[in-house]
């Protein structure tokens, strides 16, 4: 089964005109086991930002937060709405092309305010941390039919 290995996460704020902004850069490495190189597995890719709740010091509510537009891979079909939620391309599969690893790096700019995960009493800083899952994808099945048969039973 493929390992991550290296996840790494920067995130650096910049001024875009009148508002404050995140370019969010992921990376990461694919580590392919050898029964993957040779049966060419697949896998389901999803890169996405969590707010980092669980597990921290000082406890915080014990529940990872969704960052809004923080989904870096695959990339939003269109951004959401209020009204309507957004709706993820599908993803995209990868595989080992019998290679040993696969270098992934991706890049997204958002909000800085999406970023805000820890709202007030709760202090600052808020704790950001990138997720990455592979998801195998399984075999498909197959399904034939016989042509029909007419009978007269009974």
């Known amino acids: 089964m493929a390992t991550i290995s290296g996840l790494t996460l920067e ?19 694919i580590n392919w086991s ?22 921290i010091n000082p406890a915080e ?19 959401p709405f209020p009204a309507i939620p957004a709706i993820p391309v599908p993803s995209g599969t990868v595989s080992s092309n019998g290679q040993p690893f696969l270098d992934r790096v991706h890049t997204k700019t958002i909000n800085l305010s999406n970023l ?6 709760v202090p600052n800083p808020d704790e950001i941390r ?19 048969v007419l009978l007269n039973v009974g």
């Open 11 to 29: 995130v650096e704020v910049v001024n875009d005109g009148a508002d404050l902004v995140a370019n969010v850069t992921a990376a990461y490495r």
């Open 61 to 79: 509510d014990g529940v990872d937060d969704a960052i809004v537009n923080g989904q870096l891979f695959p990339q939003l079909l269109f951004p």
């Open 116 to 121: 805000d995960e820890d709202q007030d009493p």
């Open 130 to 148: 990138a997720a990455v899952t592979l998801t195998p994808v399984l075999p498909v099945a197959i399904t034939r039919e016989s042509a029909q």
């Open 34 to 55: 050898t029964s993957d190189q040779a049966s060419e597995q697949a896998y389901r890719e999803v890169c996405k930002l969590v707010g980092d709740d669980s597990g």
